[in-house]
T-cell receptor, first 111, second 112 residues
Framework: GEDVEQSLFLSVREGDSSVINCTYT??????LYWYKQEPGAGLQLLTY?????DMKQDQRLTVLLNKKDKHLSLRIADTQTGDSAIYFC???????????FGKGTTLSVSS | IAGITQAPTSQILAAGRRMTLRCTQD?????MYWYRQDLGLGLRLIHY???????GKGEVPDGYSVSRANTDDFPLTLASAVPSQTSVYFC???????????FGPGTRLTVL
């Protein structure tokens, strides 16, 4: 069945770049998403990428997709303490189906 | 525009009691979802509805039921709560070609 895997923790210093990685198993995935969850809050969509794209950039965020290896990454440039949160990778395999989420990566940013 | 609202924000419930978690969206999205979030397990889909009048089972549906009488509301009912249903519950809705899901703020439920 479909599965999405992420590392559980990442710790970086303020000002450094953060790279959060994700692998997925379903090669028919159409869209892949990154969500951010701050403490005590719901999930907030950060960005998404369509499966025919290799890269998407949005201000400090860069998403890279390697469809051959089924690998997705989220790079946050100039990481700030406000970026501390849990980041979820998710895939949508087919139109009209629910998203499949990874277990989330906790990003800790120290000053 | 509120987006998605959930009620209550938190609840402590005795085992065996019936409980309905409310979810309302004002974006006129066709699809709605209920997830539970547990430490170390991420988000797991409980039930979903692709459009008003239809519902479907997700990954962990046992002990839960849903209804979708109209587009805006998607309540989740625990008929007889058990301690293993202690969790944070998120409602979400989606629309459009990207199927981007928008989440409510969550309900923290504790079953004693």
């Amino acid at each position: 069945g479909e599965d999405v895997e992420q590392s559980l923790f990442l710790s970086v210093r303020e000002g450094d770049s953060s790279v959060i990685n994700c692998t997925y198993t379903d090669s028919s995935s159409t869209y892949l998403y990154w969500y951010k969850q701050e403490p005590g809050a719901g999930l907030q969509l950060l960005t998404y990428i369509f499966s025919n794209m290799d890269m998407k950039q949005d201000q400090r965020l860069t998403v890279l997709l390697n469809k051959k290896d089924k690998h997705l990454s989220l790079r946050i440039a100039d990481t700030q303490t406000g970026d501390s949160a849990i980041y979820f990778c998710a895939e949508r395999a087919q139109a009209g189906t629910a998203l499949i989420f990874g277990k989330g990566t906790t990003l800790s940013v120290s000053s | 525009i509120a987006g998605i609202t959930q009620a209550p924000t938190s609840q402590i419930l005795a085992a065996g009691r019936r409980m309905t978690l409310r979810c309302t969206q004002d974006m006129r999205h066709n699809a709605m979802y209920w997830y539970r979030q547990d430490l170390g397990l991420g988000l797991r889909l409980i039930h979903y509805s692709n459009t008003a009048g239809t519902t479907g089972k997700g990954e962990v549906p046992d002990g839960y039921s849903v209804s979708r009488a109209n587009t805006d509301d998607f309540p989740l009912t625990l008929a007889s709560a058990v301690p293993s249903q202690t969790s944070v519950y998120f409602c979400a809705s989606s629309e459009g070609p990207t199927d981007t899901q928008y989440f409510g703020p969550g309900t923290r439920l504790t079953v004693l």
